[in-house]
T-cell receptor
Framework: KQEVTQIPAALSVPEGENLVLNCSFT??????LQWFRQDPGKGLTSLLL?????REQTSGRLNASLDKSSGRSTLYIAASQPGDSATYLC??????????FGTGTRLKVLA | DTGVSQDPRHKITKRGQNVTFRCDPI?????LYWYRQTLGQGPEFLTY????????KSRLLSDRFSAERPKGSFSTLEIQRTEQGDSAMYLC?????????FGSGTRLTVV
């Protein structure tokens, strides 16, 4: 059974810091991995999707890497801003329609 | 294209009442998903439609839950005889290929 773990559960950093969020999964037979952002009480916004054949994806200040063989992904946020404060969720799918989510990392960026 | 729409945004109901939620996916998306999210947890898969066919239901979806997607367009999720344990955020997502687009969710509170 696939399990997704995110570390740390919560993180508080001063504005301007570069930071790394971690995601690990127990079954390396994934089709793709997706990172999402969730603001309090809101739905999920897709940030980056990495196919199993890819090593990384970049969008603006965000960079996500994938090491499928070791069951790990990282989300790198450069020059963090208070507007980045949110919960970040990673999710994996084995190639079917269903994503398995981690419990998220709650990020607070202090001005 | 206005994204995935969910209605209502919030619903407070008394225990034992029936509730129905609606999801309008992105128009060209043929797949539609329902997830449930409780506080501090990642979303959990409930059910999935490809066009109008419901292809899988999670064991989380008890007999009190029913979902439909008539004509492969919008979808409804009905909960009968609500219980306090049904209190959660109900999220709808749609996709055409890889990756999801989520709606803003319906927050259900059962009192």
């Amino acid at each position: 059974k696939q399990e997704v773990t995110q570390i740390p559960a919560a993180l508080s950093v001063p504005e301007g810091e570069n930071l790394v969020l971690n995601c690990s999964f127990t079954d390396s037979a994934i089709y793709n991995l997706q990172w999402f952002r969730q603001d309090p009480g809101k739905g999920l916004t897709s940030l980056l999707l990495i196919q199993s054949s890819q090593r990384e994806q970049t969008s603006g200040r965000l960079n996500a890497s994938l090491d499928k063989s070791s069951g790990r992904s990282t989300l790198y946020i450069a020059a963090s801003q208070p507007g980045d404060s949110a919960t970040y969720l990673c999710a994996v799918t084995p190639g079917t329609y269903k994503y398995i989510f981690g419990t998220g990392t709650r990020l607070k960026v202090l001005a | 294209d206005t994204g995935v729409s969910q209605d209502p945004r919030h619903k407070i109901t008394k225990r034992g009442q029936n509730v129905t939620f609606r999801c309008d996916p992105i128009s060209e998306h043929n797949r539609l998903y329902w997830y449930r999210q409780t506080l501090g947890q990642g979303p959990e898969f409930l059910t999935y439609f490809q066009n109008e066919a419901q292809l899988e239901k999670s064991r989380l979806l008890s007999d009190r839950f029913s979902a439909e997607r008539p004509k492969g367009s919008f979808s409804t999720l009905e909960i009968q005889r609500t219980e306090q344990g049904d209190s959660a955020m109900y999220l709808c997502a749609s996709s055409l290929a890889d990756g999801y687009t989520f709606g803003s969710g319906t927050r259900l509170t059962v009192v």
